[in-house]
């Protein structure tokens, strides 16, 4: 029998007995929904990871101090690092090509309409090189700037709309817990969000004046800076330049060879990733959902296949004894377990689309509809199909025709 | 006239709970083409077995059978269902109709496994129900048929692929004596027009219909009759 007509033979069994071929596919279409939106969910979470590595650049280090762990207690405070210290392993490290500090204070801004509470960073005129960051208004401060601790201000684009509205902020004189400052530039927009802050509510400051006006002085180390950006050269082993840059780091803060780093150093690349954890594990939710789905679902499938081979022994035994082989019996029934999943495929292949679309909106993670999802949906339910609607067809196949004619 | 079926010692022994049963205990005969021959037999006499081999269903333990000059002990499955497909066509009792499945669709269904167009298996399929008297009914469902017509779609399928022979197991059994006699006047129709029809039965009304008897007991040939010996 040619395919065709198989296909067609399979159609009209299916069409007999419609509700219950719906529901036999319910497990195939929420196995297949899964997997939708475990696809669209894992390349949108892929796609943002790469974007922002390209953005960030994946050639920059970030170090932090954090408390040390021995013997299972975190032991004293943060200790910071020194501009000293950074200038250092600048010098130190070949493949550097610029570097900033970074220093942080809570403060009120209070400007001629409004008051406006944000985080306010000191950072080196090098700032919007190594961290990719545009100007879109005015300009970022200079180098003399820092050294001799003018009070300019960059604001982030939040603060621009938020506080100014639509005139360019440019020019404006604030105050910042009640030190005058002059707003020189406006940043690019991130639009970015990172533990739930918004990353383009700041602003950015040189870091003497931040450290001497606003963040104040700890008298142990006077050029303290909270956290360190490091931009290496293009092309270069980041991880590499990692393991480096740690080396240099343990020499600098005396630790001893055994004891825990007080410090940590991450590239951006695995700083994206983390931030998109959470989509990962709930990917591995879904793909655990979707394979439950797809073996109950396929086992529906294998069940109503073998009740419709009992039912239509006689039709069997019929069509041997006008001529089909057990090649043609198989695969009608192959066909028809494969269409039914197919089916099934299809529906969970909208709903997977719907289901991806709401979890944008509801969770604002990003997904990927790509052509290959329809793809995907179509082989994993043939596969299930084929894999499920075997044993059944076999069982078809290997009917005697004289028996199954005289099946009552 | 070429015989169509050729039987030599031909032997079937199942064994049941242990017991060797023979169903078939050396039978030997020869149908020509062409005949119009009937096979009785009480139940258990070995005609349903004795058909299953004519059909092509199964195959003897020993003995030779050949259905239109070639010998089913050497062929494949796939060659005794091509067999099947173009050399026999079968009638059954209960008529055996595809239920919710057109009158046409039921007698395209053999050519649907052999090689040809579907428009062509559709022509054929008209032909075959127009030489049983059914064209104007091509579209009604089985329910919508009686059963002198249901067996008449029947016999347009084991028609429809112009076999040498047709083989009937107790067409008759399931319709009343005024339609039975319309069907064997169909075969015998039929048979005028070269069709070898085998007839399998138990009753004696229906064998006299037709131009020989072969009486079967115990897996044994007991009488083979012929019109014009009777006669």
């Known amino acids: 029998m040619s395919f065709v007509n198989s296909f067609f033979t399979a159609l009209q069994a299916l069409r007999l007995n419609g509700l219950r071929s719906l529901l036999t596919t319910l497990g195939i279409i929420i196995g297949i929904a899964s997997v939708i939106v475990m696809v669209a969910i894992g390349n949108g979470a892929r796609k943002s990871v790469e974007e922002q590595i390209e953005r960030l650049g994946s050639s920059m280090l970030t170090v932090f101090p954090s408390t040390r762990a021995s013997r299972g207690q975190a032991s004293g405070r943060f200790m910071p690092f020194s501009e000293k210290t950074m200038y250092a392993l600048e010098l130190e490290l070949p493949d550097v090509l610029a570097v900033t500090g970074d220093i942080s204070a809570q403060v009120t801004l209070v400007s001629a309409e409004t008051d406006w509470a944000t985080t306010v960073r000191g950072v080196n005129a090098t700032y919007p090189l190594v961290r990719n960051q545009l100007v879109a208004d005015g300009d970022f401060f200079a180098a003399e700037d820092v050294t001799s601790g003018r009070r300019y201000a960059v604001i982030g684009a939040t603060i621009q709309r938020e506080v100014f509205g639509e005139i360019s902020a440019v020019g404006a004189s604030i105050r910042l817990n009640n030190v005058p400052f002059e707003v020189i530039g406006v940043l690019a927009a991130t639009g970015e969000t990172f533990r739930g802050r918004d990353s383009d509510d700041v602003i950015l400051a040189p870091l003497k004046t931040v450290r001497d006006r606003l963040a104040g002085n700890w008298r142990p180390v006077p050029d303290r800076i909270d956290s360190m950006y490091f931009l290496f050269r293009q092309g270069i082993d980041i991880d590499e330049a990692k393991a480096d840059l740690e080396t240099a780091l343990r020499l600098d803060r005396n630790i001893e060879p055994g004891q825990n780093d007080n410090f940590r150093v991450l590239s951006f690349a695995s700083f994206v990733q983390a931030r998109n954890e959470t989509s990962k594990t709930f990917s591995y939710l879904l793909a655990a959902a979707a394979g439950i789905s797809l073996l109950v679902g396929g086992i529906g499938i294998m069940n109503i296949m073998l009740v419709s081979v009992t039912e239509r022994t006689r039709e069997i035994g019929l069509r041997m004894a006008i001529g089909a082989r057990r090649r043609d019996i198989m695969i009608q029934f192959l066909i028809e377990a494969v269409v039914l999943c197919t089916i099934g495929g299809l529906i969970g292949l909208a709903l997977g689309l719907g289901g991806a679309y709401a979890i944008t909106s509801l969770a604002e993670w990003e997904i990927l509809i790509e052509p290959s999802l329809v793809i995907i949906a179509i082989v994993t339910s043939l596969a299930v199909g084929i894999v499920f609607g075997f044993f059944p067809a076999r069982q078809a196949a290997r009917l005697s025709p004289i028996d199954a004619l005289r099946y009552e | ?231």
């Open chain 2, 1 to 231: 006239m070429e015989a169509v079926v050729t039987c030599r010692e031909l032997y079937k022994i199942y064994t049941m709970g242990g017991q060797e049963v023979r169903a078939l205990d050396g039978v030997s005969f020869d149908i020509h083409e062409g005949e119009f021959i009937s096979i009785m037999g009480p139940s258990g006499s070995g005609k349903s077995t004795l058909m299953n081999m004519i059909g092509a269903l199964d195959v003897p333990t020993t003995g030779s059978l050949r259905i239109a000059g070639e010998d089913i002990a050497t062929m494949t499955p796939d060659d005794l269902a091509s067999l099947r497909n173009r050399t026999v066509g079968f009638v059954f009792q209960q008529f055996n109709l595809l239920r919710r499945t057109t009158a046409l669709d039921n007698v395209k269904l053999p050519l649907l496994y052999r090689d040809g167009s579907l428009d062509e298996a559709k022509i054929r399929a008209i032909e075959a129900l127009r030489r049983v008297g059914l064209e104007d009914r091509m579209d009604h469902h089985p329910s919508q048929l009686s059963g002198g017509q249901q067996q008449r779609v029947a016999i347009a399928r084991a028609l429809v692929n112009n076999p040498k022979i047709i083989l009937a197991d107790e067409p008759t059994g399931a319709l009343d004596s005024q339609t039975s006699e319309d069907i064997m006047q169909l075969f015998s129709e039929l048979n005028d027009h070269g069709v070898t029809i085998i007839v399998v039965t138990h009753e004696q009304e229906v064998a006299d219909l037709t131009r020989r008897i072969l009486r079967l007991r115990d897996g044994h040939i007991i009488a083979d009759e012929r019109e014009d010996l009777v006669a």
